[in-house]
């Protein structure tokens, strides 16, 4: 069920709205940055992810032309969002860390599959051999 939840960095500096819909899933990845930052997203189209008046857009962070640009504050560190573009992704995206949503519950987070993606490898599509990690 589509919802709009808030969402924001520890200090406060970088705070949104985005309509998600939990029961769709979220996203783990076996990638260098995902495994060190332990990141859990969730993907919405760029239109669904909207930053609040006053907020920051926050720090990007970019290693290679296939990775989202990553944002964190500057203030506190906290990575907030990233923003992509990809074709097996349907165009541009906004992957949304979910342990930045201020108001989703554990059973809202949980309410969806979690897929994982072997991006270690640059298999995108596909779970990696092990899971159990992320």
């Given at each position: 069920m589509?919802?709009?939840?808030r969402?924001?960095?520890?200090c406060?500096?970088?705070?949104y709205?985005?309509?998600?819909?939990?029961?769709r899933?979220?996203?783990r990845?076996?990638c260098?940055?995902c495994v060190?930052?332990?990141?859990?997203g969730t993907?919405v189209?760029p239109?669904?992810?909207?930053?609040?008046?006053g907020?920051?857009?926050?720090?990007?962070?970019?290693?290679?032309a296939?990775a989202?640009?990553?944002?964190?504050?500057?203030r506190?560190?906290?990575?907030t969002h990233?923003?992509g573009?990809?074709d097996?992704?349907?165009?541009?995206?906004?992957?949304?860390f979910v342990?930045?949503?201020?108001d989703?519950?554990?059973?809202e987070?949980l309410s969806?599959?979690?897929?994982y993606?072997d991006?270690?490898?640059?298999?995108?599509?596909?779970p990696?051999?092990?899971?159990?990690?992320l």
């Open positions: 589509l919802k709009t939840f969402g924001s960095c520890h406060g500096a970088i705070r709205e985005a309509d998600i819909d939990l029961t899933g979220t996203g990845c076996n260098t940055f060190k930052a332990r990141a859990w993907y189209k239109e669904a992810f909207r930053l609040a008046d907020s920051q857009e926050g720090v990007a962070y970019h290693k290679h296939q989202p640009v990553k944002y964190h504050c500057a506190c560190g906290v990575r990233a923003r573009e990809a097996y992704m349907g165009g541009s995206f906004v992957c949304v342990a930045t949503l201020d989703a519950s554990p059973e987070l969806g599959p979690i897929r993606s991006g270690l490898h640059d298999n995108w599509t596909q990696p051999a092990q899971i159990g990690h």
